[in-house]
């Protein structure tokens, strides 16, 4: 099957089929990022640009070094540097993009829904690289493919996602995308950072304890906490968060022998994670960030038609 | 201005009067009521046989943007978009630029609605100076210059001090307050519902404690004060029992709710789509069922639109930055008359709702076919079924989440002082 999306915008519109043909697509790329001359011709003469909104290192560098390894031209833009300073809004700068005629837009916006406005109004592909609390597909996807290939399958898996399930669009896209494919999904976190009606997202749990989600899990994933984002209202301290919420060597020996240990990054170290577990064998951050440019690349090989790799 | 209105099926809660009749207008006012009545040779006649005459409509919650923000609507465009929704008067809100805190702004509302509008425009005023929440408004004044309520409409008066002033002050000279009832620290930075939908879209939620806790509020300092209050736009399954049980009490509290909230669900937001956001938020199902409970047990007092006109850069941007809101003049007529057809409320609750308690809220001389009152008059096809279509609006602006919806019923005639100013 071919994938037939213009887009991607949410994992929740994927299909299993869909999903597996983006996993599989990154496996075989991935091989590019061992050769010594890391570049294929495969997106050669398309133009994609990276149109970040929101500061971001990792994800931005990933999708660029993505584009280049499949010879496409990338271009990328940040806001600080961008119109919207001027005061332009996000439909006339998709349309002065687009009249510069690129490919593939990637966007990150601090805005839920930014991206269904912009690929609404233009004709290029648009791929979400993060909208505000709502979704973060190629962080999700990666997340998967990472876990496929330790435990070499999704179905039946049991993942603990803990921390900021509210402003997370990395807990959406992990919790679209894993139960999609099989997974079940156990979220804990604060009370005032568990949203509304979020076991009803797909094969979710909500605990009441850390220690219940990470019982028995084959996989340990740890949020994010945004300092700057949790005011006055949400947390009493990052001490108390880091007592109750942090995940330390005692609460991971709960997990399975063979459990993995996930973070999209950058850790706060010594909040989410004591530093002992973030380097620790369990550890699966930096696979993460590898497996990040081979999906990236699967991502804008798809909408791009899917020509063959050579 | 004369007019025979002939073989209607004429409706009129203040005279409880349910029955086929003429309705006889001359010089503006309502002459005689009866079968088979004639009418001086040359009187315009309209044959009414098999359509809906009552009081004419009232919308007492509406924003006609003029002074200041024309470019969204203007006093002679909302007049058009009134008429064109069977509504012979409007009440608009304060929140213009600038606001209407003093006599100096009302006049200018009244005048240019003199020369300008094709229906009656009743300003009402701001609670407090500059819509600012700080100190009260010369209320003697505003009502003295015509108009016929205060509100801060937008936003609550957050100071309990200040707002149970403002009640007292307001009781004594006899202008209605109303409330916009919402506790700021609560709504934060929502933008929508607080709920499965929010979570889903990602979108930052607004509980519906946040109405609850305000409007309970604001029934306590009625209560203490021994003042009326009218609640504007309540929403939720909360604000309706919170009010329900003051009725019961004897506390002088009436509230409105609108044609989108019995209506819609945050389900509406999906797709991020901005013509479904507005304050307070569409709420979920049984919020809706609470809105129509409330208004068939008659707690809830009176269908208003709260006709928020914006242009479509206001509109057309992502969700979080497009503002509040949306035009409700022209489809809040069908909209209402779907729950009749619902078996939710019949036309005589309807008509009380959309003209009689709205006349009794503001204290306008309006909202009843008695003999020897203004001859404002609305004529309604319940049947007559057409779609909504941004090009047909009467309103300078087309932010409705009801475009393209296929509705069924609607102002045919709309007569006021006797004049026909729309027919459909």
Partial sequence: ?310 | MNLLIKGGRVIDPSQGMDAVMDVLIADGVVLELGQGLSAPEGTPAIDATGLIVTPGLIDMHVHLRDPGLEYKEDIATGSRSAAAGGFTSVACMPNTSPVIDSKAVASYVINKAKSEALVNVFPIGCITKGGKGESLAEMGELKEAGCVGVSDDGKPVCNSELMRRALEYAKGIGIAVISHSEDLALVGEGVMNEGFVSTELGLKGIPWAAEDIAVAREVYLAEFAGAPVHIAHISTVGSARIIRNAKARGVKVTCETAPHYFTLTDDAVRGYNTNAKMNPPLRSAADVEAMKTGLADGTIDAIATDHAPHHPDEKDVEFNVALNGIVGLETSLPLSLKLVEEGRLDLNQLVSLMSCNPAKILGLDRGTLKVGAVGDVTVIDPSKEWQVEAAKLESKSKNSPFLGWKLKGRAVYTVVKGQVVYQA
């Fill in chain 1, 1 to 310: 099957m071919g994938f037939r999306h213009k887009d991607i915008i949410a994992l929740k519109d994927l299909t299993r089929e869909e999903i597996t043909l983006l996993l599989d697509t990154a496996d075989s790329l991935s091989e590019i990022n061992q050769r010594d001359i890391k570049k294929v011709p495969t997106l050669r003469g398309k133009t994609v640009i990276n149109l970040f909104y929101e500061a971001s290192t990792r994800t931005r560098t990933s999708f660029e070094i993505a584009a280049k390894r499949l010879s496409a031209d990338a271009v990328n833009i940040t806001a600080s540097t961008s119109s919207v300073v001027k005061g332009e809004t996000l439909s006339d700068t998709a349309n002065n993009l687009l009249a510069m005629k690129p490919d593939i837009i990637v966007m990150r916006h601090a805005v839920s829904g930014a991206h269904e406005y912009l690929a609404k109004r233009v004709s290029c592909s648009v791929i979400n690289a993060g909208d505000g609390a709502h979704e973060h597909p190629s962080q999700g996807l990666l997340d998967m493919l990472t876990m496929r290939q330790k435990f070499g399958r999704l179905d039946g898996l049991k993942v603990a996602i803990v921390g900021d399930i509210t402003h997370s669009r990395v807990a959406r896209s992990d919790i679209y995308g894993l139960t999609t494919m099989g997974s079940h999904v156990f979220l804990a976190g604060p009370p005032t950072m568990m949203p509304v009606g979020i076991e009803r997202l797909g094969n979710v749990t909500v605990c009441k304890d850390m220690r219940e989600a990470v019982d028995q899990a084959d996989v340990v994933m740890m949020l994010r906490i945004q300092l700057e984002r949790q005011g006055k209202t949400l947390l009493p301290s990052m001490r108390e968060y880091s007592r109750y919420f942090g995940l330390n060597p005692e609460v991971l020996t709960l997990a399975k022998k063979n459990a993995i240990v996930m973070h999209p990054g950058p850790i706060n170290r010594g909040v989410e994670l004591a530093s002992s577990v973030a380097d620790c064998d369990q550890s699966a951050i930096l696979t993460q960030v590898e497996n990040g440019v081979a999906v990236r690349m699967a991502m804008l090989y798809h909408v791009c038609g899917g020509e063959p790799v050579e």
